[in-house]
């Protein structure tokens, strides 16, 4: 049983008192109502459906190819799978970039097909406009910045970012940004640890990290790298809890042999 299972339901606002507090924000990524459900259960802060969909879910190698529509679905899954925790949902490439109108059309599509309490938004201040618009309107945003995905092909790769000077006075120029426009929190992703401690420190707003190190308000991780599903991934930052990749290949061949040999079904599985 979760510390946390007295909280009927996870808000924007639990995060502002989670930060004041000092407690710490966890957040894990799913796509589908079982999963959801489990995840749930165990007393997980936030499910994000994220555009990581795409990886895991399609086999695409970047968050570029799922569509509005796509990600509008595997929402609703996950929002009918869950009933404490707060669901944030990743508007998709292209979506938002645009145009400030676009930005909204999409966003409102998203909460009101898809059901999210929330919604994430990659890039800084070129996405102001569309940011300032879609918060104009009382959705609630969370921010992304350092490796943000959807600029895969910008960046040349998913390495570090804001090593240098410049990058990181950039990155603490559009985390104050985000907090002053409104957005109640911010994934840093794939930066150094001290950067985003600092960012962390400098805002009011709790900040999710992901390979950036222990200063941030909250962590994340995909599921299926969280759980071993995808075999051979393991980057420096992730954690494996489960080694679900070889469980689950195992048990698949201790059925396949049961079938084969006769063994399964037995009387009693039989009607």
Same mark, same amino acid.
């Given at each position: 049983?979760s510390?946390h299972?007295e909280?009927k339901?996870?808000?924007?606002?639990?995060?502002?008192e989670?930060?004041?507090?000092g407690?710490?924000?966890?957040? @894990?990524? %799913?796509? $589908?109502?079982t999963? *959801?459900?489990? /995840?749930?259960?165990g007393?997980i802060?936030?499910?994000?459906? #994220?555009?990581?969909?795409?990886?895991?879910?399609?086999?695409?190698?970047?968050?570029?190819?799922i569509?509005?529509?796509?990600?509008?679905?595997?929402?609703?899954?996950v929002v009918?799978?869950?009933k404490?925790?707060?669901?944030?949902?990743?508007?998709?490439?292209?979506t938002?970039?645009?145009?400030?109108?676009?930005?909204?059309?999409?966003?409102v599509?998203?909460?009101?097909?898809?059901?999210?309490?929330?919604?994430?938004?990659e890039?800084?201040?070129?996405?102001?406009?569309?940011l300032?618009?879609?918060?104009?309107?009382g959705?609630?945003?969370?921010?992304?910045?350092?490796?943000?995905?959807?600029?895969?092909?910008?960046f040349?790769?998913?390495g @570090?970012? %804001?090593k $240098?000077e410049a990058? *990181?006075?950039? /990155?603490l120029?559009?985390?104050k940004l985000?907090?002053?426009l #409104?957005?109640f929190a911010?994934?840093l992703?794939?930066i150094?640890a001290e950067?985003?401690?600092?960012?962390?420190?400098?805002?009011?707003i709790p900040?999710?990290?992901?390979g950036a190190?222990?200063?941030?308000d909250g962590?994340v991780?995909?599921f299926?790298d969280?759980?071993?599903?995808n075999k051979?991934f393991?980057p420096?930052?992730?954690?494996q809890?489960?080694?679900l990749?070889?469980?689950v290949?195992?048990?698949?061949?201790?059925?396949?042999?049961?079938?084969?040999?006769?063994?399964?079904p037995?009387?009693?599985?039989?009607?």
């Amino acid at each position: 049983m979760s510390v946390h299972s007295e909280i009927k339901k996870i808000t924007t606002e639990t995060f502002r008192e989670m930060k004041r507090r000092g407690e710490k924000i966890s957040m @894990l990524t %799913a796509y $589908d109502f079982t999963t *959801a459900k489990i /995840l749930d259960a165990g007393g997980i802060d936030t499910i994000l459906v #994220g555009d990581s969909a795409a990886n895991v879910m399609a086999g695409f190698e970047t968050t570029l190819p799922i569509t509005l529509d796509q990600m509008i679905y595997h929402t609703q899954c996950v929002v009918r799978g869950t009933k404490r925790a707060l669901v944030v949902a990743d508007l998709p490439f292209g979506t938002y970039q645009g145009s400030p109108e676009k930005a909204l059309e999409s966003a409102v599509r998203m909460m009101k097909e898809g059901g999210a309490q929330a919604l994430k938004l990659e890039g800084g201040s070129e996405i102001s406009e569309s940011l300032e618009r879609i918060l104009k309107a009382g959705i609630p945003v969370v921010g992304h910045l350092g490796l943000t995905p959807q600029s895969v092909h910008q960046f040349g790769g998913y390495g @570090l970012r %804001a090593k $240098d000077e410049a990058e *990181a006075e950039k /990155l603490l120029r559009d985390a104050k940004l985000h907090e002053s426009l #409104g957005c109640f929190a911010i994934v840093l992703e794939k930066i150094p640890a001290e950067l985003a401690r600092k960012v962390s420190e400098s805002l009011s707003i709790p900040t999710i990290g992901i390979g950036a190190g222990a200063g941030c308000d909250g962590q994340v991780l995909v599921f299926q790298d969280f759980v071993g599903m995808n075999k051979g991934f393991k980057p420096k930052f992730l954690r494996q809890y489960l080694n679900l990749f070889d469980e689950v290949s195992a048990a698949v061949s201790r059925f396949d042999g049961d079938v084969k040999s006769g063994n399964f079904p037995n009387e009693k599985e039989s009607y």
